[in-house]
């Protein structure tokens, strides 16, 4: 199956508004992404301090459990061959699904 890889970018500093942002510029597009191709999906976030954490995690999953039986994950970071390494490794892990992974 595909797994479409959409890198998040342009999120202000402060955990409430960079939520507000990803919650009204890039979930349409995730959610577009998922149901074409209608394969998997990968949101690549910059890295951010712990307060990211819990507003990531949240988008994340319930992401996953709307696009059932497609699989969404996530990863944090901003070494590119890190990132790399997961997305690859996610393709290869059909199990996991509505994770968040901190690379780099």
Request: proline share 7%; hydrophobic share 50%; aromatic share 6%.
């Amino acid at each position: 199956m595909a797994q479409a890889v959409l890198r998040i970018e342009g999120l202000p500093e402060g955990a409430l508004d960079a939520a507000a942002r990803f919650h009204s510029e890039w979930l349409p597009t995730a959610r577009a992404l998922l149901l074409d191709p209608g394969g998997d999906l990968v949101l690549v976030f910059p890295p951010a301090d712990y307060t990211h954490r819990g507003w990531r995690l949240a988008a994340v999953q319930d992401l996953a459990r709307e696009a059932t039986p497609r699989r969404v994950n996530a990863i944090a970071g901003d070494d590119e061959r890190a990132i790399a390494e997961t997305v690859a490794w996610l393709a290869q892990a059909p199990g996991i699904t509505g994770q968040l992974v901190a690379v780099g």
